[in-house]
């Protein structure tokens, strides 16, 4: 395994109590819990899984990961893993599956979805607040596949200027298409475009032991990988505890992926998010019944049914050169 441009370190991050009464209690923290840095180490104990190292990614080139749909290139060793969580936030999913996964000092991914942030941003900021990478997932979990490039442009903008508004910061410049229907192109942006080697099927069961043998099995066959799971779901939100600790019985470790950059929003779409915000439609998203909120809603026999589809390798001169423009290293 060549040595890569990546950080190894503990994660940081303890939870502070008070600002979780606090929220938990319906109040915003303060300005001060919410952007000062999060005071301590958070100390894996002997039965947590920890962070075990991360990795920074250099967006510049638009790399592609997760070999189900992108088989070309891989930053994880055997026994690593990469926790993502899309479709979010959700508010009776997302704060377990964050307790979870501060119960083992580990940092994930979320790739939200521009709606669901706008309508519950005190959920997208404390996914944040707690250090995990917050990448986007369009604006309204839109096909985009089959959308026009009109329609395309739309919604990626759309869902990174909401995000940014939602969370009053920047979001990471990563990116997962909805269904990892993947536009081929359609995407301008310096982004990365990060899919799956592993899912949890966790919209395919309410249940949590489902979710986890799932998992389990995904990542015997395939050693490593990126998992992808939805706090949107109710198998993952009761199920990643018990999922954790397996994964820290069987020798697994943990790997937090992380930007080098940030990513910057498009004037028209963030006036466009301004004038959403507080209107009716949202409204109602915040205030329909949970299922309703989930915003995910791939029917399970159509999501099982359609295949994903294999990219072919992008042409380029050495991968070697695609490595070091990507993590900075050889
Ligand atoms: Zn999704």
Redesign the pocket.
């Known amino acids: 395994m060549k040595s890569v441009g990546v950080t190894a370190r503990w994660a940081l991050g303890a939870l502070v109590m008070g600002g979780l009464a606090a929220w938990l209690a319906g109040t915003e923290p303060s300005a001060a819990q919410q952007s000062g840095p999060l005071p301590g180490k958070c100390q894996p104990g002997p039965n947590a899984l920890g962070t075990s190292r991360v990795v920074e990614i250099d967006t510049t080139a638009g790399p592609r990961f997760g070999r189900q749909q992108y088989p070309d290139h891989d930053f994880l060793q055997d026994g690593e893993v990469v926790l993502t969580f ?2 979010g936030p959700h508010p009776a999913y997302t704060l377990p599956i964050l307790e979870a996964l501060d119960e083992h000092c580990i940092k994930a991914t979320f ?1 939200m ?1 521009g709606r669901q942030a706008l309508a519950f941003p005190k959920y997208a900021r404390e996914v944040g607040r707690r250090g995990h990478t917050i990448g986007t ?1 369009t604006w309204s ?1 839109a096909n985009l596949g089959r959308s026009s490039p009109e329609k395309v442009r739309s919604e990626i903008e759309l869902g990174i200027s909401a995000v940014q508004f939602a969370l009053n910061g920047t979001t990471a410049p990563f990116f ?1 298409f ?2 990892l229907s993947d536009s081929r192109g359609a995407q301008e942006r310096e982004t990365a475009n990060i899919s799956i080697d592993v899912d949890s099927h966790d919209y395919r069961t309410r249940s949590p032991s489902r979710m986890m043998s799932n998992v389990l099995s995904g990542l015997q066959a395939k050693k490593k990988g990126i998992v992808l799971f ?1 706090d949107i779901q109710p198998s993952t939100a009761q199920g990643l505890r018990q999922l954790l600790a397996e994964l820290k019985a069987r020798g697994y470790r943990i790997v937090h992926i992380r930007p080098k950059q940030t990513q910057s929003t498009v004037a028209e779409f963030d006036q466009r998010i301004e004038r959403a915000h507080g209107s009716p439609k949202l409204d109602a998203v915040a205030a329909g019944p949970v299922e309703r909120r989930a915003v ?1 809603a791939p029917s399970w026999e159509t999501q099982a049914a359609r295949p994903v589809p294999v990219a072919q390798p992008r042409p380029r001169a050495r991968s070697d050169d695609w490595w070091r423009s990507v993590f900075g290293t050889n």
Do not use: L, Q
């Open positions: 899309d479709d790739f979805v997932h979990h997962r909805p269904y939805h995910t």
